[in-house]
């Protein structure tokens, strides 16, 4: 469909981009703009109206410390004096990429990776490695407990005679579902050839692909995916500061942080004024950028005040200013000490930070030292609008909302405790039938609810109607409702005989 | 309320609307908003900002052909050198409209319908007519199997002696549920009298009148509403390819495609960036106007590459470029040769597009040829900014969801088949029982959500925990959980006796 | 952490903002200015970029009557000539207000009430203080049927011995719950300390608080919260104006005003077209600064039409358009003739607008005159764009579906009555067992979603498949369902003796 003269357009449309003279693009990049300009002309636009195609990292490390976006302090010769294009990341560390290949006589990886990015980015990639969210894919596969509900709940399900069988879940189901969020194993198994518009062409053959999950384990060996908050090929910051590219994950009913938020004030506010705003400045300013917070601006960006002080320093780690886990597994819990969780072992053996009964790992989890100096971390963000009473009363609420919603929980894990031991439930798979999927519900939906209502100041309805106690108080009641009509139907059967 | 002195400065304001040379109104626009400028100024201000208002057909048909917004290659001279207002079109084709009447001395219609529209865009029209949206009424109305699960959703319950019983929906519950997206009938039975703020006035008595829905009978005999999407009185293209008017109609729990897109990676960065983008321009031109599609990019817009060449051709049939039907009636199936499906007849002789062990009509429904051609063309539409090898994957993983998902409602089906069989629920109407409706979420609800999260690449939490497999699970598990304490009762009562 | 520079710096800055001669800062206000912007520079610059910040009352009074956004006819010397700031409001009747404190030598009060802003807008505090939202607190606290209802939902549960028990819930669970919305009762209980940035300071000690609930009490013993709406500290109308702002509330499944409002067609338009828009001028003009309403421009802004006419007047009565209540508290019914709604007494004694089966309490709400004086109102804004006769079908739909609803609402009645009188379920808390809390989601949640997609101009899966008439249908089916099976196993029980 394509033909030659669109062809020779988009080669001459690349070099006089670059005899423009600045911004100076490499050579090789002008070669992969020369045939996707008309092949996937999409991501070549994208990529030109972003900051890696107007910058070199040579301009990006002669800012000022607060203004940097490059934490670098040297970057090799080459890759330092020109703009950053295709080349510049999808050439780079071939020797680690199991994805490289030859395209057209450039060596290039079909995945960038955060260990790529690290050439520029190196303090972000050393922080968001350690992160539970770089550690996402192992922390549900190699957690035998969170793999059995992930095989249990996303597993093929059959009916023969009256029963439901289950079998494994297959690799594309694991890559849409749990594994969308948390990411695959990305592998090159060899080449294959594919029918492109420039005829046959050899590729890598890549499994679980494409994913762009948090913790995506990549053919370079290293764990994350960039893009999975700054999309391709822009890398916008923008985008990323936005609240709705957390809401690609952290969404009801197991993490409804984004629609807490958008019911929030902070949410209303932002809603409403935010194309008044500035979402690209570095550092970013409190009051003169935004005038209420999104996700990053509380989680994770480097804020300052106008007169130039630091409120908070960036964090690529997003646990960074995170003292608990709401999520509740199965119970509200301080943060875990590394972002590997699979490693942690609870009072019962099992790889959970708290018993079944609520007694928390504390040999894995910060103790409360830490915790005082993250939560001051998150005080500081808060008083930049909000008076410190303000402030220490808001997360008073907090902790007595964690206490009463582990509560909440403890009451239906003492019903489901009960089925099981008369028998009306089946504890081998803790996870697996309708009874047990009510307990699951109220500790990964509604007591979540509750929190993330909580915590980020204010969304009544997820408090109250929307998955919160109502469904909480409702969820106890339906428990037991069905443990008594099965104990009276077991009493019958055995009545009879 | 309104006084004389209004009325003259709004004849007045038309007047010198027209008396500044360009654009030529006509004398009968001219008098539609003498009136109307006072009477309903929000539509006059509406249109006065919108193309029409400031286009004549004459230099819509000036325009190159990839440029141009009219498809006629002629058009009235009456009409041609006017800009397209009021009389223009509600005076058009009055002999067809049965909601014609005088209006002050104007003979205008009620109702504008898409036999009026296609006088200047007669190409969209057609494509229209063939479409499912076009035939959204009938496909309800004339299939019995649909119908009886409308009148059983829809229909009025009373209690009464421990029954429930069930009379037939109200025409204003059909109106605004059901019918509120499929459209309504809308027939002139002659004449009212209203009471407005000029006096008593006569209009023609319409049924089933407001509706704006995509299957919409008309008074003139043709069927749909351009007005679905492209809103009353700036019909503009910006609405309609921005995503929130197809939320208008497909959402969750049945159509989730709006909240997979607003959770997917498209969704995030159109959120993010959307104020910098072009969303009027024709053609529609990747990378440069927008970076990431919007449904009707996908769907069914005229796509150009920055180069100029056409990446997909425009279509007002919706199915185009579809060649899977997700939504599981009560399997995924392949698209249906027609827009009019309520003329397919499964092997077991039902209206449905499969029976209920998913047996598909395959007499009526396109074969593999077809599907592989619009494949292709959806196909070329992902690779404007996606690889080949990327965009086959994709396509990979969702061929294995739907066949996933449709064993997921097999399972389903069996465990009501068994109920049916026992006696347990009365398949004489299959949808009015609690047990019955279960199974119904499992196909209408959860399956589509994630064959709509896997299509529209990716919303991880509507192929997990939102509707998806999360549901899918549980909802087998409730279904068994019930069949067995219905069969003990079962028992019970028998051995009583 | 902050350093003398910085103090120095900011008191410079707010010095020179005063300087510049115009607009007058009040020397209080500069003294606050002087450390907030360096101890909370976020609001600081909200107000800064605020009206309030840049015009004096004077200045607000010399407008025209319909530009005028104050409604005092005469201000106080003092505060007239100069801009609105820190002080102006937080120094406002020291006398009333309990939350008084010596701050830094100036005597503030920590909350700004309604009370405190009629000194500028008198019209506003008064409409609003006879509204529902500012009896929002006393209309659950007072009233005993309701206040059973929030005490069930939102009260602490604990099991033992195979028993739930109930403790009433604690203050912070009421005040980020239901109150989080209803508002709570700020008292001020002496002073305490807090160790801020600037040292140790002592301030009033406040129960329930921090909350922004409409009916908030006051340390002034005023009802409300203007900053529900109009968000600290730009307390901007283009904020109030957009629906995010009441989204913060009217929100699923119990109220889902904003859900059904974000699918219908006026959703669609100003999410599409919002930013061409203007939603700040006063007057609000038709079709000029906007093309579709949201949620205030149906229900309290001042509009005009293009010719200047006055449309619809301004209330802060929320109620002020509304004729009938959509609730559903059981049944649909005129509006109550007072916020105050505890007062209320129906047929059977209870605090209820209707009895259990549907009588209305009709001494306390509006008659027909009335509720045909306030539909004409509402009825004025629809023909900003729409026919009357596309105003009357519109509403005489709304009239049968709340007939239909209220009939699908008995059924469940019935239902649960049958059950009572059985002994199936215990009357005493007609709220906390599982087959009672169907019947509440019934008109709580389903009957209510139907009601508001009918209003609002239509959200057709409200009506059908979200929380809509497929939830009526169904929940009817499963309390009858449960019934059954109950019975069943009362007579097994029965026959066994």
Known sequence: MKTLAFFVAAVFLAASFSLAGEPPVSSETQGCIGCHSSVTPGIVKDWMQSRHSKTTPAEGMAKSELKRRISAKEVAAGLKAKVVGCYECHGLNPERHKDNFDHYGYKVNVVVSPGDCSTCHPVEAEQYSGSKKANAWGNLQYNPVYLTLVNTVIGLKQVSDDTITMSPPSHFTRQEACFGCHGTKVEARGMKTVQTAMGAIKVPDLTNWPNQ?????????????????????????????????????????????????????????????????????????????????????????????????????????????????????????????????????????????????????????????????????????????????????????????????????????????????????????????????????????????????????????????????????????????????????????????
Chains 1, 2, 3 share one sequence.
Request: glycine share 6%; charged share 25%; proline share 5%.
């Open 213 to 497: 999950g948090v913790g995506r384990l990549n053919p370079d060996g290293t764990k994350g995916a960039c893009t999975s908050c700054h999309p391709r090929h822009s890398f916008s910051i923008e985008v990323a500061r936005k609240p709705y590219t957390c809401s690609q994950c952290h969404l009801e009913p197991d993490v409804p942080a984004w629609n807490v938020y958008d019911e929030s004030k902070h949410g209303d506010i932002l809603l409403s004024e935010q194309n008044q705003w500035n979402f690209t400045d570095v550092p970013w300013t409190v009051g003169e950028d935004f005038l209420a917070p999104s996700c990053s601006t509380c989680h994770m960006s480097l804020l300052v005040s106008p007169d130039g002080s630091v409120i908070a320093e960036r964090s690529h780690d997003f646990g960074a200013r995170l003292w608990v886990r709401l999520f509740g597994l199965i119970y509200s819990h301080a943060q875990p000490k590394k972002g590997d969780t699979s490693i942690i072992r609870n009072a019962d053996g099992l790889p959970l930070p708290t018993t079944f009964t609520g007694e928390p790992a504390a040999k894995y989890l910060i103790d409360k030292q830490e915790q005082a100096r993250r939560k001051g971390i998150m005080m500081s963000v808060c008083k930049g609008c909000h008076s410190t009473d303000w402030t220490e009363m808001h997360f008073a609420k907090l902790d007595s909302t964690l206490q009463e919603t582990d509560k909440m929980t403890l009451a239906a894990t003492k019903l489901i405790s009960e089925a099981w031991r008369l028998g009306i439930a089946d504890k081998s798979n803790p996870f697996d039938e309708a009874l047990e999927q009510k307990w699951i519900k109220q500790w990964l939906f509604f007591g979540n609810s509750v929190r993330y209502s909580s915590a980020m100041t204010g969304a009544p309805d997820y408090a109250a109607f929307k998955y919160g106690w109502w469904d909480l108080t409702n969820n106890l009641q339906e428990m037991r409702d069905k443990i008594e009509m099965k104990k009276k139907l077991m009493h019958e059967e055995r009545s009879e005989h």
